[in-house]
């Protein structure tokens, strides 16, 4: 059977990320090993796409998009490019029969992502998403618990995803400070990681209320430069959420977290127990029942549920190893890469993405209006 051909489109961080899990993959799941082979590399030059194609390990290095798009080879475009240019090279990938996966957020508008939903459902290929987090084994098992009921009623949930870096005023501008070209700051780049989370688990939202903060309003243009440009996106922000399933909750997100390293948190609070998890403490599930009795409250509290790698039919590393950073984005590209072969369905999909989409939105015309914003969901849930 033919081999998935995958072209990585856009090569910088987050991209090599894809190629590092892309090749841990036949040593994770060697009986997949055959699965695909990584093809090119796509960059807006020959020159660089060749650097970047040496540096990937493949054989093809592409120029332009198109070269991509008539390649037979090429079964699969990893779009890893800047939040405004997916709209359209997405619907080109389509039309070419390729099947996506996208790097978070879908687009930069709900408009943009409500195209590519349609144009997904009228084309024979799929589109899957990168949502990373959602492939972490204690997620995955919150989950499942949840799924089973063990939480009961759902009254509310804290979600929060701190980073700093974007204190220093010298910092040059970039795309991701552009409003236009990125969808929006703090909310958008580490925001959608929680909201995705938060629908994965509790379903869809109902309506928001935000608030955004952007501490340096102008940036130089480049490094050294002294001429500046306009910051257009927020730094931080705060979010009231109130979900389809009467659970209420808050997001708050910042890139201003002085002393913190890659902090999310989460926290669901229901009638028959909770559940906490945190990306820097991410081998461990902690989860509290309230059905325990015991004579002596003083031995009641919090269980720590041990996951490690826990995923199933992985090879290696060991279930009691700890668990990686790469290793989620790993697991979201090898059950994509299957889905692809198989024929079958994939989540997250275009429509997960669109649900994002449709709460950041919300939040931003919240934010401007200072009232809760209804979520415009699609009329078909994701599920």
Known sequence: MKRIGIVLAGYG????????????????????????QLVGVCMRSEEKARRAA??????KAYGNYEE???DEEVD?????????LHLGMIEQALRAGKHVLCEKPLSVTRGEAEAIVEAVQ????????????????????AKEMMDRGLLGRIYNFRGEYYHTGYQNPARPLTWRMDFSKSGGGALVDMGVHVIDLARYLLGDFDSVQAVT????SERPLEKGSKQTGKVTVDDAAWMNVRMKNGAMGSIEVS???????????LAVYGDKGALRFSLMDANFLYWFDSSVRSPDPGMLGWQRLETGQGYPGAKIPNPRSIVGWTRFHAENLHRFIRSVKDGASFSPNELDGYEAQAVLEAAYESAETGAWAKVKNWPRSAG
């Open 213 to 216: 903060e952007t501490y340096i």
């Open 68 to 70: 991509v798009l008539g």
């Open 13 to 36: 961080g987050i991209g090599r990320i894809h190629i590092l899990a892309l090749r841990q993959l036949p040593v994770i799941y060697p009986d997949s090993s055959s699965d695909f």
């Open 255 to 265: 890139r201003f977290a002085t002393g913190t390293l890659d902090d999310l948190n």
């Open 54 to 59: 040496d540096e990937a390990g493949c054989p």
């Open 76 to 84: 699969i475009v990893d779009l890893v490019t800047p939040n405004h």
């Open 122 to 141: 009228s084309s024979r290929t799929s589109l899957g998403m990168i949502f990373n987090y959602r492939f972490v084994p204690a997620l995955l098992k």
